[in-house]
Every structure is written in C-alpha cells, then in structure tokens.
C-alpha cells in the first residue's frame, strides 16, 4: 500500500525558513511526477512546485526564487526548501507523487502538514 509520509512544518518568522520532506512508504515504487500543494483557509488547493523524475520542475510564480524543490529518486522522497517566508504561504501543504501500478498511474496525497508564517 502505498502512504506519503511528511514532516517538516510549523511556525516561522516572516523572512524565515522551513524544509518539508516527504516519503513513498516504500522504495520499490516507481514515481514520476512528485510535488507540493497548499491550501490555505477559504481558498482551493494550488500548485506550489513539482519536479519530475527527471528533474524538471515547475513553481507556482507566487514562490519562484523563494522556494526550491528537491527529489532523491532512490528513496523516492522530494523535500521543499521554503526561505524568505511571508504571512501569504501560510497554508496546509500536502505532497503528491504519481505512482505505477503496472499500466497505470495512480495519484497518491499526503496526510497534510501545517506551515504557519506569523510573528
């Protein structure tokens, strides 16, 4: 079965620093695409970056230069830098990864971990 393991998170300054990491349960799955979202209160999930197995990425505009995304393939885990943090990216960030189940591909979520940005 496959779970999403997350940690990382909790209260930062604005202008300060977090990583979050994230984990397939088990390393004999295969991943392609795998990333993060945010939810923040009253508003709907969004991007915030991916990376696929072969390292391309994608950022939200909201989080370029700011945020990097990160990926070890041989553990199948992605880590999300996030610095020069604002109130703004307080939110429930939650990780992806599409995983193979011989012909197909399935999308599996994260339970969620909470960042919050606040003085």
């Known amino acids: 079965q496959v779970q999403l393991v997350e940690s990382g998170g909790g209260l930062a300054q604005p202008g300060g620093s977090l990583r979050l990491s994230c984990g397939v349960s088990e390393s004999k799955f295969i991943t392609s695409d795998m990333g993060w979202y945010r939810q923040a209160p009253g508003k709907q999930r969004e991007l915030v970056a991916v990376?696929?197995?072969?390292?391309?990425?994608v950022y939200a505009d909201s989080v370029k230069d700011r945020f990097t995304i990160s990926r070890d393939n041989s553990k199948n885990a992605i880590y999300l830098e996030m610095n020069s943090l604002k109130a703004d990216d307080t939110a429930v960030y939650y990780c992806k990864a599409v995983v193979r189940h011989g012909d197909v591909w399935r999308d599996y979520w994260g339970q969620g971990i909470q960042v919050t940005v606040s003085s």
């Open positions: 990376m696929s197995s072969g390292g391309s990425t």
